[in-house]
């Protein structure tokens, strides 16, 4: 095809469409939300879940396309008719289209009189982990008589962890327990011996006791001594970065994950040289109840049955910063949903800070709580994850309750 080397890719093979093994789970959804169906669009991978959803297997789509999920009756595919020919069909029916006019009527008969559905939409752009269709597209859609809502929720169906997952996830856990620990002990024995370690130094060590658990880290842990620790996202420089001192905050944010398709742990353990001063303590405490004040508002709604949705966490838990007079001290979120490729996942975030995260914590979804408080001369963070459930929230990770002196 002659078109190959411009904007084409190729779709993974993986098997059995996530789709038809989902199809009675979302259809149960679409009805129980009053929607008549759910249109997924890619253009060139523009839609990273169209792939998610419906991996066909390996083939070459150069042109736009489109799969229709109504609420009852059967998933139907809309491609060019270019790949129409080559376009598998898996059990489901593939219709055609070629020119722009062709494009509004076929669509106009996928939708078969539908009045409003799902696409991949956040609307004023709240949610830029879900808004993947662009303007012009909404336009074409809602020419046709309908009305768009976003899909952030379905979504979440094809993002839950699987037991294998979920079991590799507490596997990287344990491996992150160790990790801080051992780097506790690497510190105090520096101290103890007088020998100067800086924050590469700690980062490095960190690493390679992780890769050599078989874990996979991503990238090195962010450590920050004092200042360091004030920048959320703090890279330590092989040359340069600051040697550990008497009064200095220590920052380690450590994550990793079983090698292949298995999701992040990710944690922040807090220690201090030396005595802490009654200023960081009251941080420290502060930051420690917020982050327990999230578990708790999970565990109430979820053992009440009650949907509690990301920015909810969010907002409840920066209250106890806020109330606590941290709030010009704020710098990012909750927490975030941990991915298989990325630290940070695409499912929901406790978020109604940098985004409006109005997806629901639906169980079998892995989420870190994350509160961090941040000055000059240091920062505190206590970060971990916990894993959704009908009836409430599993911790996964160690959980930080005192400071580790130093």
């Not at 002659?2 to 190729?10: A, D, I, K, L, T």
């Not at 742990?265 to 930051?287: L, Q, S």
């Not at 049955?305 to 838990?317: A, P, S, W």
Request: charge should be negative; include cysteine.
């Amino acid at each position: 095809m002659s078109e190959q080397g411009v904007g084409y890719y190729e779709l993974e093979h993986g098997g059995k469409s996530m789709i038809r093994q989902k199809q009675e789970e979302v259809q149960a959804f679409l009805k129980e939300q009053g929607w008549d169906g759910w249109l997924i669009y890619d253009f060139r991978g523009t839609n990273p879940f169209a792939t998610k959803v419906f991996n066909h297997g390996a083939t070459i789509l150069s042109r736009r396309w489109f799969i229709w999920i109504p609420a009852q009756g059967d998933i139907k595919i809309l491609v060019h008719d270019i790949e129409f020919g080559s376009f598998p069909r898996l059990g489901f029916e593939v219709f055609k289209y070629n020119g722009r006019e062709s494009l509004g009527l076929e669509l106009s008969k996928l939708l078969g009189g539908a009045n409003r559905i799902a696409m991949e939409y956040s609307p004023m752009a709240n949610n830029p982990y879900v808004s993947k269709v662009d303007g012009g597209t909404l336009e074409l859609i809602r020419s046709l008589g309908v009305e768009v809502v976003s899909s952030g929720d379905l979504l979440q169906l094809f993002l839950a962890w699987t037991p294998e997952q979920l079991d590799n996830h507490l596997k990287a856990a344990a491996v992150l327990t160790e990790t801080k620990d051992k780097a506790i002990a690497y510190i105090r024995q520096h101290i103890s011996e007088g020998t100067p370690l800086n924050e590469y130094q700690l980062q490095q060590y960190m690493n390679d006791f992780i890769e050599s658990q078989g874990m996979d880290p991503g990238h090195a842990p962010i450590i920050g001594f004092g200042p360091g620790g004030g920048d959320p996202h703090y890279v330590p420089a092989k040359t340069g970065s600051k040697v550990l001192e008497p009064g200095d905050a220590i920052l380690m944010d450590l994550f990793c994950k079983a090698p292949g398709d298995n999701p992040f742990a990710d944690i922040t353990w807090m220690a201090h040289y030396d005595t802490p001063t009654e200023r960081f303590m009251k941080v420290f405490n502060a930051v420690l109840k917020s982050r327990d004040t999230a578990v708790e508002l999970l565990q109430n709604r979820l053992s009440q049955g009650k949907l509690v949705r990301g920015y909810e966490v969010d907002l409840t838990t920066r209250k106890v910063l806020i109330d606590a007079g941290y709030e010009a001290n704020l710098k990012h979120r909750t927490g975030h949903s941990l991915g298989n490729v990325t630290t940070h996942g695409e499912a929901a975030h406790f978020d109604g800070f940098e985004t409006l995260d109005e997806r629901a914590v639906l169980p079998g979804i892995g989420i870190t709580i994350e509160p961090g408080v941040y000055f000059d001369d240091f920062g505190v963070r206590s970060e971990i994850n916990v894993y959704a459930k009908a009836d409430g929230v599993d911790i996964t990770t160690a959980l930080q309750t005192v400071i580790d002196i130093v």
